[in-house]
């Protein structure tokens, strides 16, 4: 089956980095829509960046900060995400799509069909 699997996630101070991974299996990424999504308790669900053919896109909570890419010879989805803040503390996850974009100054994924187990990041000193 179609499988995507975070990792990178973990403890770091503000102002740090984290590399967040969505490895692929099952399927070539190359031609799907992949979108990073964040959601923690009393929190409402955040779309933060997504890729597509039609290229990269971001929230505006993370523009400037977080960089999504991808490496096709490891089907693997990036989110490089810099500068981190106490408010990006979250359970990040990614999901697959048909094609995403960005709505409401959150990105958005259509036609989701599976979402990982998600990877914990805490900002915090």
């Not at 900060?65 to 810099?82: C, E, G, H, P, W």
């Not at 799509?97 to 958005?108: I, K, L, N, S």
Request: aromatic share 12%; hydrophobic share 30%.
């Amino acid at each position: 089956q179609v499988q995507v699997v975070e990792s990178g996630g973990g403890l770091v101070q503000p102002g740090g980095s984290l590399r967040l991974s969505c490895a692929a299996s099952g399927f070539t990424l190359e031609h799907y829509a992949i979108g990073w999504f964040r959601q923690a308790p009393g929190k409402e669900r955040e779309g933060v960046s997504c890729i597509s053919d039609a290229g990269t896109f971001y929230a505006d909570s993370v523009k400037g900060r977080f960089t999504i890419s991808r490496d096709n010879a490891k089907n693997t989805v990036y989110l490089q995400m810099n500068s981190l803040k106490p408010e990006d503390t979250d359970v990040y996850y990614c999901a697959t799509g048909r094609f995403c974009g960005v709505v409401g100054g959150r990105t958005t994924v259509y036609g989701m069909d599976y979402w990982g187990k998600g990877t914990p990041v805490t900002v915090s000193s």
